[in-house]
């Protein structure tokens, strides 16, 4: 693999090649079993960090393909996009307001098992092509940090309500979060 950084604009581009040999796994059947032939992967990530003045958009595009789908199941894409406001407020109070995103196309993500806690490939049920998205406001005041988010706020607005990451385990429902930091230390 290898990586190429440009400072001047702030993007990352990173590629790798991956042979796995005797790749280890549990099968849609939930037993262990060993792939006798090599599983190849490649990826390329894309990290994007725009910035004009308080405005900012940090965004990381993640493409991935395996030579084995049905051994190691993973998304073609997966995208994270951070749109927010940094500013300050009388020098003081930092403030960041924004909307962040979540979002990989649809494959056969692997089953959870919970009487032996292993995830396993199955065939069956496709998860993602969804967007979950939170909406947030972050305070910074000298050692206290304050914060409210409304996670998956988009939850039943488009895509439906098919929100999971594995067969039969649903992603968070919408809800308001709150919370305060304080960093007691010198």
Same mark, same amino acid.
């Given at each position: 693999?290898?990586?190429?950084?440009?400072? =001047?604009?702030?993007?990352?581009? #990173?590629?790798?090649?991956?042979?796995? =040999?005797?790749?280890?796994?549990?099968? #849609?059947?939930?037993?262990?079993?060993?792939?006798?032939?090599?599983?190849?992967?490649?990826?390329?990530?894309?990290? =994007?960090?725009?910035?004009?003045?308080?405005?900012?958009?940090?965004?990381?595009?993640?493409?991935?393909?395996?030579?084995?789908?049905?051994?190691?199941?993973?998304?073609?894409?997966?995208?994270?996009?951070?749109?927010?406001?940094?500013?300050?407020?009388?020098?003081?109070?930092?403030?960041?307001?924004?909307?962040?995103?979540?979002?990989?196309?649809?494959?056969?993500?692997?089953?959870?098992?919970?009487?032996?806690?292993?995830?396993?490939?199955? =065939?069956?049920?496709?998860?993602?092509?969804?967007?979950?998205?939170?909406?947030?406001? #972050?305070?910074?005041?000298?050692?206290?940090?304050?914060?409210?988010?409304?996670?998956?706020?988009?939850?039943?607005?488009?895509?439906?309500? #098919?929100?999971?990451?594995?067969?039969?385990?649903?992603?968070?429902?919408?809800?308001?979060?709150?919370?305060?930091?304080?960093?007691?230390?010198?």
């Amino acid at each position: 693999g290898g990586e190429l950084f440009v400072p =001047q604009t702030s993007t990352c581009l #990173n590629a790798g090649y991956e042979t796995l =040999q005797n790749y280890a796994y549990f099968g #849609n059947d939930g037993l262990p079993t060993q792939q006798s032939s090599a599983v190849h992967v490649f990826s390329a990530t894309l990290d =994007q960090r725009l910035q004009f003045g308080s405005f900012n958009w940090d965004n990381v595009i993640t493409y991935q393909t395996t030579s084995n789908e049905s051994v190691l199941a993973l998304p073609k894409l997966a995208v994270y996009s951070n749109l927010y406001l940094n500013f300050a407020i009388a020098r003081v109070l930092k403030v960041q307001l924004g909307v962040d995103c979540n979002y990989y196309t649809e494959y056969y993500a692997p089953r959870y098992n919970p009487a032996t806690m292993t995830f396993h490939t199955q =065939q069956e049920q496709k998860c993602g092509n969804f967007a979950f998205m939170n909406v947030y406001a #972050n305070f910074k005041l000298k050692k206290a940090r304050f914060f409210v988010a409304m996670t998956h706020f988009n939850q039943g607005l488009f895509g439906g309500n #098919n929100y999971f990451s594995s067969p039969h385990y649903p992603l968070n429902p919408r809800r308001l979060q709150m919370g305060v930091s304080v960093d007691f230390t010198n």
